[in-house]
């Protein structure tokens, strides 16, 4: 039993050494050829990473270096712009030294005390007179060697003396060549000949997010550079200029950057800075450029004739919302709604008709109003243009030509309050009446085109919509309202919770509503 024992157990033993020596060598080996592996592949990175990191170094220092010979290219046709302003009264006569408002006759009137009578005064010898003079100043870019500059309405527009400061530090008088306060741009030129020139580039094909430069003279700071991005196109309703479609860039931009450049990495100019938004009176980060393609088209008009030129289609318009998407069977909003058209105008003569949606013209797809707004006004008196329209669901193409936009365009009053009439129809929060001759004559409208709006609840889908009283509903469901009583049998076949289509005119012009209840 012993030896059994013995023998068993000492066989056992010894495999189980065996296998213990053979897994500690196993796990050995596998040790070494690890830290083998380990070792081999720091010494095979190591090196190359190294000289990784300094050719990337190598490309930035490059990278860096061209974007400073890139600056200096720029500031040499970057322009300091020093302008002075004579005072004026709403006369427009000069003011002159302070002691001249004892003349005045509101003065007179109301400070007796501190105006000594004449017979009382000293002689004296009689001064010349000064004139109150207010200076600003600016930015621009030379455009063309000849000594043409580039800048903004408002550095020089109502300027009485305009002073160019040169990349050099030489001082030349400039006149005015024109002026354009719809679009911010203007042209000034000096004298001059082989002057350099900041190339144009083609600011439809930037893009969002890439780099740009903004040159110009901050607070006086001549020759001041700022980097950014463009971080945004199109930019519109801003409430600056007439005509809007500005690039949104971060490149700081401050008082005395006006009129200069904005600048892509071809040392191109693809904007002129031109505004800021801003709460503080400072730089926040946002910064407005009208787009060269825009100013392009401007300068040339304003260097050949003196003045600004645009197309006009002659319609009213306004952008697509979800609901009006939904209420014309469109796809998107992309486009802009007719509203109106104008008797004898290209808009009529090619047939096109209110509830038409333009989606295209030539080769660009129109994004909202205000694009096919600036397109139509870009394009030029007497351009002919191709459209495209998607009229009750269906796509159509139209040629025309196009007019001269008129300078001042006429202007319909203000309607006023009117007269009540006994009849009326109430329908989700509005009461609307007849039409009264009285207020379609003084809305410049014919009798019998719409009703009138006369009140509207407080809180009602109405008032949430923007109705107001005074405002005309001349069709419904695209159907022509002649009357109340065509009113009323339309509205009764509507469900008011599944939406109703308005056709609204009011002194600014017509527009689609679309009135649901909530």
Do not use: C
């Not at 469901?477 to 289509?501: C, T, W, Y």
């Amino acid at each position: 039993m012993e030896d059994t024992y013995k023998a068993g157990y000492d066989k056992s033993n010894e495999k189980t050494l065996k296998n213990f020596t053979s897994t500690r060598k196993t796990k050995m080996l596998l040790g070494f050829r690890i830290i083998a592996l380990l070792f081999f592949t720091v010494l095979f990175w190591t090196t190359p990473a190294t000289a990784q990191n300094s050719d990337d170094l190598e490309q930035m220092l490059r990278a860096s270096k061209t974007r400073a010979i890139l600056v200096q290219n720029v500031q040499k046709a970057v322009v300091h712009i020093k302008v002075e302003k004579i005072m004026r009264n709403p006369d427009g006569q000069a003011l002159n030294n302070p002691k001249d408002l004892y003349n005045d006759e509101f003065f007179r009137r109301f400070f007796p005390e501190l105006r000594t009578p004449k017979n009382q005064q000293p002689k004296k010898r009689q001064q010349p007179k000064r004139e109150f003079r207010q200076e600003g100043m600016g930015s621009g870019s030379i455009i063309d060697s000849n000594g043409y500059i580039l800048t903004n309405h408002h550095v020089v527009g109502e300027a009485d003396r305009i002073l160019v400061i040169l990349y050099d530090g030489t001082e030349k008088e400039a006149k005015l060549v024109g002026t354009d306060p719809e679009t911010d741009i203007a042209v000034v030129k000096i004298a001059g000949n082989d002057l350099p020139v900041l190339p144009m580039g083609n600011s439809d094909e930037i893009l969002v997010g890439e780099d740009v430069i903004a040159v110009g003279n901050p607070f006086g700071l001549i020759q001041t550079v700022t980097y950014g991005i463009v971080s945004a196109k199109g930019r519109s309703n801003v409430g600056i200029n007439e005509y809007e479609n500005f690039i949104q860039t971060d490149a700081a931009i401050n008082p005395g950057n006006s009129g200069g450049p904005l600048v892509s990495l071809r040392g191109e100019i693809i904007g002129v800075n031109s505004a800021i938004y801003t709460r503080s009176g400072g730089y926040q980060g946002i910064g407005f450029a009208v787009p060269i393609n825009m100013a392009r088209k401007i300068m040339r008009d304003l260097i050949d004739k003196g003045t600004v030129s645009r197309g006009w289609l002659g319609v009213g318009i306004q952008d697509v919302s979800q609901d009006l998407a939904k209420a014309f069977q469109l796809e998107n909003t992309k486009g802009s709604l007719i509203t109106g058209v104008m008797q004898g105008t290209p808009a009529e003569k090619a047939g096109m008709l209110k509830g038409d949606v333009v989606i295209r013209i030539n080769d660009k797809a129109i994004r909202d109003s205000n694009h096919l707004r600036n397109e139509i006004a870009n394009a030029g008196a007497f351009a002919e243009i191709e459209m495209e329209l998607i009229r009750d669901g269906k796509n159509i193409l139209i040629n025309l030509k196009l007019d001269e936009r008129p300078r001042k365009l006429a202007q319909v009053k203000v309607v006023p309050e009117p007269i009540p009439e006994i009849e009326h129809v109430e329908m989700l929060g509005m009461i609307v009446e007849e039409l009264t001759e009285e207020t379609a004559k003084q809305l410049g409208i014919e009798s019998g085109a719409g009703i009138v709006i006369v009140a509207v609840t407080p809180g009602s889908a109405a008032e949430k919509t923007g109705l107001l009283p005074g405002m005309i509903v001349q069709e419904v469901e695209r159907q022509a309202i002649v009357n109340l009583s065509i009113f009323k049998e339309l509205v009764s076949q509507m469900d008011p919770e599944k939406g109703i289509l308005l056709l609204i005119t009011t002194a600014n012009g017509s527009r689609y509503i679309f009135l649901q209840a909530d």
